[in-house]
T-cell receptor
Framework: DTAVSQTPKYLVTQMGNDKSIKCEQN?????MYWYKQDSKKFLKIMFS???????INETVPNRFSPKSPDKAHLNLHINSLELGDSAVYFC?????????????FGPGTRLTVT | QKEVEQDPGPLSVPEGAIVSLNCTYS??????FMWYRQYSRKGPELLMY????GNKEDGRFTAQVDKSSKYISLFIRDSQPSDSATYLC????????????FGTGTQLKVEL
């Protein structure tokens, strides 16, 4: 009965490769997010989708491309991986309306680029 | 200067102590204030949620917001070893959509 799930949990890859991270939520939420948490634990939003529509796109290199096939899924594809992309990536979702500030996070995907 | 500042700690307290965690912020547009708890190698989980100024209590946890000082606090009473985690404050402006701005987190260790 996992609420927000991500796969894979760990990802080790070499510079220049392309990789994808998948996220699914079974909470019935309309809005989903991708966050990046660096080695100092700083958590920063990357993207937000509401009902499959992109609503937040922070200053993220265009090597990062989110895709939302339906409102329960939000995937993140990263092209030409760089050393600086090493971080923990969290997917999150939130309910609509006034409670949209309550965000529910997945367990994270620890990406290491060598 | 970051929009939200938070002392990274680590903060180490004995079991049963009262813990005070704080954040300051610079954006006066922030209206929604959250505290998230993150255990090691896990995702953050929402602990407390406050709109505008005032206090909110939930069991051993009390959240305070002082918008005039741009200062928010989380108090933990009767702290337990299971409270050992990183505590992240987060904020959002009214009408800012769902974009949360997080502090860097304070690492708390409650020792037996």
């Amino acid at each position: 009965d996992t609420a927000v799930s991500q796969t894979p949990k760990y990802l080790v890859t070499q510079m220049g490769n392309d990789k994808s991270i998948k996220c699914e939520q079974n909470l019935g939420h309309d809005t989903m997010y991708w966050y990046k948490q660096d080695s100092k634990k700083f958590l920063k939003i990357m993207f937000s989708y509401n009902n499959k529509e992109l609503i937040i796109n922070e200053t993220v290199p265009n090597r990062f491309s989110p895709k939302s096939p339906d409102k329960a899924h939000l995937n993140l594809h990263i092209n030409s991986l760089e050393l600086g992309d090493s971080a923990v990536y969290f997917c999150a979702s939130s309910p609509p309306g006034r409670r949209s500030y309550e965000q529910y996070f997945g367990p994270g995907t620890r990406l290491t680029v060598t | 200067q970051k929009e939200v500042e938070q002392d990274p700690g680590p903060l180490s307290v004995p079991e049963g102590a009262i813990v005070s965690l704080n954040c300051t912020y610079s954006n006066s547009a922030f209206q929604y204030f959250m505290w998230y708890r993150q255990y090691s190698r896990k995702g953050p989980e929402l602990l407390m949620y406050t709109y505008s100024s005032g206090n909110k209590e939930d069991g051993r946890f009390t959240a305070q917001v002082d918008k005039s000082s741009k200062y928010i606090s989380l108090f933990i009473r009767d702290s337990q070893p299971s409270d050992s985690a990183t505590y992240l404050c987060a904020m959002s402006p009214t009408g800012g959509g769902n974009k949360l701005t997080f502090g860097t987190g304070t690492q708390l260790k409650v020792e037996l």
